[in-house]
């Protein structure tokens, strides 16, 4: 996977994480990726920023990413995954061929699948991945 840093129209800056720079310009033509602050569909890859800086300049930050724990941080991914996806349930396999096929406007969907189900898609040439769903306590 490649991690890009991007940008929408109003300026929203975030990452987004794609195959390849052609899965990421095909996204991007197909309004696929989205802003996750305001869902601006307006995109553009930006170059990330470098810069020197001072022992203590970025502590600030650091201690921040340190004090995300990796189930807040999978928590935060979960819910921008439930906000930005259509749930198909078990119906994914059958939804994202109607998609690849263009039977269906092309959307974000998530779902589950038999290992059956991955192997038709992956025959047929749908791109997909696979996110595991941790159990979280409410």
């Given at each position: 996977m490649i991690v890009y840093d991007l940008k929408c129209e109003k300026g929203h800056k975030f990452e987004g994480w794609f195959k390849c720079r052609t899965a990421f310009e095909d996204q991007r033509s197909q309004k696929l990726i989205t802003c996750p602050i305001c869902e601006s569909?307006?995109?553009?890859?930006i170059f990330p920023t470098v810069s020197i800086r001072g022992k203590d300049a970025g502590e600030s930050r650091e201690r921040d990413l340190r004090d995300l724990s990796p189930m807040k941080a999978l928590q935060l991914f979960h819910?921008?995954?439930d906000k930005n996806f259509d749930d198909v349930g078990d119906k994914f396999a059958e939804a994202a061929l109607k998609i690849h096929n263009g039977e269906e406007d092309r959307r974000n969907i998530k779902g589950t699948t038999t290992r059956d189900e991955e192997e038709a898609l992956k025959r047929e040439g749908v791109q997909f991945t696979k996110i595991p769903v941790p159990k979280f306590d409410s």
């Open positions: 569909s307006e995109i553009e890859m819910k921008y995954l």
